[in-house]
């Protein structure tokens, strides 16, 4: 019982002490990778009237099997890039949704291939609870982030979304956003 009380104690004082932590974290991290998925063109205009296609994407995904189609993928996670950006968030671009792959892997009938650049990301983390929601929620808090947030100003040429282990169970997911900045 007396290390229970002083776990108890451990515990009070580091959450006196100690800043909140949330899921909510943003850092910044270097990487590039080759993606290997099915791509469509929209825009955050098209998505919010529901005349978008990426839920239609994820449909295809899930119904098609798709992520069992896509060769020599290099984990288990789904990827969704944002890219060839006409112009900033109010702008068309490309989504595709798809797997990292190996740079070399051959792309199947009906898919594209896309390389996330090197270059600086910032990462956010969402809370967990419905993906949908979460994936907006976090969105939102990029869209309204000040640039000193972000690291940088946005670079508008590649953004992902990381849905590993942690999104397997859609009604309580929780992913990754990757930010290009400059």
């Not at 899921?23 to 063109?41: H, P, Q, W, Y």
């Not at 929209?42 to 919010?48: L, P, Q, V, Y």
């Not at 995904?61 to 890219?83: C, F, G, M, N, W």
């Not at 949704?97 to 650049?117: C, E, F, N, Q, R």
């Amino acid at each position: 019982m007396k290390w229970l009380r002083r776990a108890l104690l451990i515990q009070v004082f580091l959450s006196v002490t100690m800043p909140a932590q949330t899921n909510s974290s943003e850092k910044l991290v270097d990487m590039s990778f080759t993606v290997i998925g099915i791509a469509c063109r929209t825009s955050n205009a098209k998505e919010a009237s529901g005349q978008g296609c990426i839920g239609r994407q994820w449909g295809r995904l899930v119904q098609e099997h798709l992520l069992d189609k896509i060769p020599e993928r290099v984990d288990k996670s789904a990827i969704a890039v944002y890219t060839e950006y006409a112009s900033d968030k109010d702008g068309e671009y490309t989504y595709v949704l798809g797997a990292k792959v190996k740079a070399d892997a051959v792309v199947p009938a009906g898919m594209v291939k896309t390389t996330i650049s090197a270059g600086r990301y910032a990462m956010f983390t969402s809370d967990r609870g419905p993906v949908q929601q979460v994936v907006v929620d976090t969105w939102k808090r990029i869209w309204s982030a000040p640039k000193d947030r972000l690291g940088g100003d946005r670079a508008y040429k590649s953004d992902f979304e990381i849905y590993d282990e942690r999104a397997i169970d859609p009604s309580n997911a929780q992913i990754d956003i990757f930010i290009g900045v400059r």
